[in-house]
């Protein structure tokens, strides 16, 4: 095994850690023993996909601490997130006996590690859970800060829980086998980390984001954990997102009007959206005085050179109108008294939260984004 990191997710009581490096699966037993009681038994929620790549290494990761594995393998994709796929969860865990001490495993992306942690929260009134994500996404994001759910007729994301995980492990080894498109999704959310408060940061991958996505471990492992601190911190600072946490919300306003118009299908993947939502809040933050003209050129430079999706004209098929999508905007939950909150910047690393936002000047960026199309 190379280079471990630990970044620790200071949450007083519901504090842990997250370990980032390669080869952790395959060693998963030795770190997941001591989160156990006599029972040397854990259930994995995984989907098929990752199943038929890695469940194996898992389940020998495990054995060599004795540790027996029961797995129940989803389908794959967004769909799972539904009350029909958590109920199926929930009962099979039931099922395998699982009691309030025991440690469900949730070994996936994040479509997994939301469903996963939901069940693992509602489950006997919650037990313990540890995530192993196994894309770039829920390695950066949705594996760290405790938002568990699934998706509602009504929305994405409307049904669920804070349940912080008792562990971490993001092991980059695993990133080899995901669909350049998938990685490139992934690493929207780590543009978005050093667009919203860390310009070194983005300096950085400026110059090693390439070399990141082809396959340089020691650069995967520092992205990831550069990632996983800036959202560690945030989330200590603001657990449930009263304030600063939604920070993180960079380039969602949009990217939440884009996924809804492309009714959450493989045309726009979340993290595409969010490289897109970021491009369009720069280019809304430099129309209106706040940061540099240059800035938003700057974000799209990357993430094109990254090979990534940067304009609304790297979208199939048709979208609706400015208004049609401004329509959009005022669904997303972060909506709050009817006021549009976006996160806006004063330049590269600089966000900050804001409803003071001319709904002029929004339906201005997206009439001439849409005009490029
Ligand atoms: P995902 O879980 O659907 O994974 C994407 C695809 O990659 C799937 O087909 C999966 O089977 C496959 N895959 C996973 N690991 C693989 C591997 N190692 N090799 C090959 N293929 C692999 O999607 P995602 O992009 O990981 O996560 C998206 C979800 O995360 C959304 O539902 C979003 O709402 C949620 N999310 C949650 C939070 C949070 O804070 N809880 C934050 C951001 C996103």
């Not at 594996?143 to 994301?157: E, Y």
């Not at 884009?258 to 430099?286: D, K, M, P, Q, W």
């Not at 974000?299 to 959009?328: N, Y």
């Not at 549009?340 to 590269?348: K, P, Q, S, T, Y």
Request: aromatic content about 4%; some cysteine.
């Amino acid at each position: 095994m190379t280079q471990l990191e630990t970044v620790h997710v200071p949450l007083g009581d519901r504090a842990y850690d997250v370990v980032i490096g390669e080869g952790l699966v395959a060693n998963a037993g030795a770190r997941i023993a001591p989160l156990l009681g006599k029972k040397k038994r854990v259930c994995v929620l995984t989907d098929e996909r990752v199943a038929a790549l890695h469940l194996e290494t898992l389940r020998a990761g495990l054995a060599q601490s004795g540790i027996e594995m029961a797995a129940l393998a989803l389908p794959a994709g967004e769909a799972t997130k539904c009350w029909a796929e958590l109920s199926r969860a929930v009962e099979w865990l039931l099922t395998e006996k699982v009691e309030r001490g025991d440690v469900v495993v949730a070994f996936g992306g994040g479509v997994i590690g939301d469903l996963g942690g939901f069940a693992a929260a509602i489950l006997r009134r919650g037990v313990r859970f540890v995530q192993i994500p196994t894309t770039l996404l829920a390695q950066v994001d949705s594996s760290v800060g405790g938002k568990t759910g699934i998706n509602a007729p009504h929305g994405k994301n409307l049904i669920g829980a804070f349940h912080q995980p008792s562990l971490v492990l993001a092991d980059v080894s695993l990133l080899g086998s995901l669909s350049p498109r998938d990685y490139h999704s992934g690493y929207g959310e780590v543009v978005k980390y050093g667009l919203l408060g860390d310009a070194e940061f983005f300096d950085w991958l400026e110059a090693n984001g390439a070399e990141a996505a082809a396959g340089d471990v020691a650069k995967r492992i520092h992205l990831v954990k550069r990632s996983v601190e800036m959202k560690a911190e945030i989330v200590a600072r603001d657990e449930t997102e009263q304030g600063d946490r939604a920070l993180l919300n960079l380039g969602h306003t949009f990217c939440h009007a884009l996924e809804a118009a492309t009714g959450y299908s493989a045309r726009l993947l979340h993290g595409e959206g969010v490289a897109i939502g970021c491009a369009l809040a720069f280019e809304l933050s430099a129309r209106m005085g706040l940061c540099a003209q240059e800035d938003p050129s700057r974000v799209r430079a990357h993430l094109s050179q990254m090979g990534m999706k940067t304009d609304l004209s790297d979208i199939e098929g048709e979208l609706p109108d400015a208004d049609g999508l401004l329509d959009l905007m005022a669904q997303d939950k972060k909506v709050k008294d009817g006021q549009l909150r976006f996160i806006l910047a004063r330049g590269i690393g600089e966000a900050f939260v804001t409803s003071e936002v001319p709904k002029e000047q929004v339906r201005g960026v997206l009439i001439d984004a849409l005009a490029a199309r």
